[in-house]
């Protein structure tokens, strides 16, 4: 008996396809030549590689064989030139060759042989890329890639090796249509201790809003110096950076100078000021020092981050604005939040492992919910209470403050006086958010 020929309308299938999870698509294009073209146009239309994650990438296709995936583009059966939208590729989806031998580091072959320079290559070609997105590992791959023809990347993540050129990376930043920028290994020019990098040239010194990039991330790197203030003007409106330095490339740094000037409150407000080019134009500020256990010593800040007006997000280490005896204190002579900016919408506070305010239980008559007023976590909170009251004079657009922890848990309690300064930050009509920043009283204390 023959075959009854299929009649339901093509339409249909068309809805059919647009609907079904990836799972299916897969099954639905072994069924008919029909199916397997509708499929392919919603497969291809948004591709990410397996190990990338995030809110974009969940609707997209899963390249689960990169290799596989290449050889689709080069045999060129189907028109993914003008279907793929979306793309995510990740240097860690070359996982194995096509001899299933290991392609990671270590494996010496040339840049053009690696499979996200060849894929990457030929995604260039789509006519309707809007979102291009790639984790190249190096910065060596990534400027090869530009010598071989431009790019329509819109995301580039990569680091830096031990040796290479400001020109290289001045390059990246020139990139007509990259807006999202993550740098892994920056070290400012001037460490003495260092050959590499050298020097920023003069002639990019002159360089200035050039770029497009909106979103600067700046991961394990070393501290904030003068000497690569210039990078800084590149972006002509930068409105995100996320500045996460390493402790090990940073400590180093602030014990030398705590060696040389005894004091380190000149070298704190200078890393704020070398985001002056940027100062205008943020709108959230992810910043770190990277100071590890020298946040217990002493040293008094400015303005710190007053200047940046157009401010509405910040996270920072509370041990940078907090202006109490025996920690930070500010050389104005004012509450911490008088310092912020203006128009600061949310606030976040990150408590680290050395935060350790509260006398210990174990060497204190004090029950664990108790502080004294001279304890310098009773004057933070009190000038927490104080935001509440003068809320619409300085913070008032505030609606959020976050508490949470950077790595372990402090040696903090949460005692009553802190619980009645959240009220009152509450009852002003700021949102508080709590992560694991104090420890339970019942909890041992080493």
């Not at 068309?14 to 008919?32: D, K």
């Not at 200047?307 to 940078?320: A, C, Y």
């Amino acid at each position: 008996m023959a075959a009854q020929e299929n009649t339901f309308p093509p339409e249909i299938w068309a809805e059919i396809v647009e609907c079904s999870p990836q799972q299916t698509l897969v099954a639905l294009s072994r069924v008919c030549s029909m199916l397997s073209v509708e499929v392919r146009k919603v497969l291809l239309r948004s591709v990410a590689s397996k190990e990338t994650s995030g809110d974009n990438e969940k609707s997209a296709s899963v390249i689960y064989r990169p290799w596989a995936f290449h050889d689709m583009l080069v045999k060129e059966d189907t028109n993914w030139r003008s279907t793929i939208r979306f793309a995510k590729l990740n240097w860690l989806g070359e996982y194995l060759d096509k001899d299933g031998k290991d392609a990671l580091i270590g494996r010496a072959k040339p840049v053009a042989d690696h499979l996200i320079f060849k894929t990457a290559m030929m995604l260039s070609e789509c006519a309707h890329l809007h979102d291009f997105q790639v984790n190249s590992r190096s910065l060596t791959i990534a400027t090869a890639m530009l010598n071989t023809k431009p790019l329509q990347i819109t995301s580039l993540s990569f680091s830096l090796p031990h040796r290479y050129s400001w020109e290289d990376l001045y390059r990246i930043f020139e990139i007509p249509t990259l807006s999202t920028l993550v740098v892994k290994n920056l070290l400012s020019p001037d460490r003495p201790a260092f050959r590499f990098p050298p020097p920023i040239p003069d002639e990019l010194h002159l360089k200035s809003a050039i770029s497009n990039i909106q979103d600067l991330t700046l991961d394990e790197c070393g501290p904030l110096t003068s000497a690569i203030v210039p990078m800084f003007k590149w972006p002509r409106n930068l409105r995100k950076l996320d500045y996460s330095p390493s402790r090990s490339k940073c400590e180093p740094y602030w014990r030398g100078i705590l060696r040389r000037m005894g004091d380190i409150s000149d070298a704190v407000d200078l890393s704020v000021h070398v985001l002056s080019p940027v100062k205008d134009s943020l709108e959230e500020l992810k910043f770190d020092l990277g100071l590890d256990r020298h946040w217990i010593l002493p040293f008094k800040t400015g303005g710190l981050f007053q200047s940046f007006v157009n401010l509405s997000k910040l996270t920072v280490p509370v041990e940078l604005i907090m202006h109490s005896r025996g920690l930070s204190q500010s050389r104005l002579d004012r509450p911490f939040y008088t310092s912020l900016p203006h128009d600061l919408q949310e606030l976040t506070l990150k408590f680290t492992i050395l935060t350790s305010w509260h006398p210990r239980p174990a060497h204190s008559e004090l029950q664990t919910n108790q502080c004294l007023l001279s304890d310098p976590a009773h004057r933070f909170f009190d000038e927490l209470s104080d935001i509440a009251m003068h809320k619409e004079e300085f913070l008032p657009s505030l609606k959020q403050l976050i508490l949470t922890e950077d790595g372990e848990r402090p040696f903090l309690v949460k005692c009553v006086h802190t619980k009645h300064s959240l009220e009152d930050l509450r009852s002003s009509g700021i949102q508080v958010v709590q992560g694991d920043w104090y420890r339970q009283s019942r909890e041992t204390w080493v």
